[in-house]
Nanobody
Framework: QVQLVESGGGLVQAGGSLRLSCAASGRTFSSYTMGWFRQAPGKEREFVARLLWSGGSGYYADSVKGRFTISRDNAKNTVYLQMNSLKPDDTAVYYC?????????????????WGQGTQVTVSS
């Protein structure tokens, strides 16, 4: 069982930056593929970024590529989402998610554990 707690959301002007954090419980964090998703009002939850348990570089949705960076610190059981050059379209509730030993995991239903979400609002 993994519990996830996001933090770091808030209100920022367009062009600004935020860093989201997701702290995970449990002793096997390094075995989990971690993802970030977001959901805007009236829209479906969408994939943002993923980092495999086995390492390597992150995988990103086209809408955030070049602006967002996903990273993890296994010693701290934490995954991060650095968001730069934010746009009003990035406004959403952001969720982190985890799935054990997954090699793809690009859609929400492939993840087993979810955080409660953190609100990100980008003003124009």
């Amino acid at each position: 069982q993994v519990q996830l707690v996001e933090s770091g959301g808030g209100l920022v002007q367009a062009g600004g930056s935020l860093r989201l954090s997701c702290a995970a419980s449990g002793r096997t964090f390094s075995s989990y593929t971690m993802g970030w998703f977001r959901q805007a009002p009236g829209k479906e939850r969408e994939f943002v970024a993923r980092l495999l348990w086995s390492g390597g570089s992150g995988y990103y949705a086209d809408s955030v590529k070049g602006r967002f960076t996903i990273s993890r610190d296994n010693a701290k059981n934490t995954v991060y989402l650095q968001m730069n050059s934010l746009k009003p379209d990035d406004t959403a509730v952001y969720y982190c998610a985890a799935v054990l030993l997954a090699s793809r995991a690009l859609v929400a239903n492939q993840y087993d554990y979810w955080g409660q979400g953190t609100q990100v609002t980008v003003s124009s």
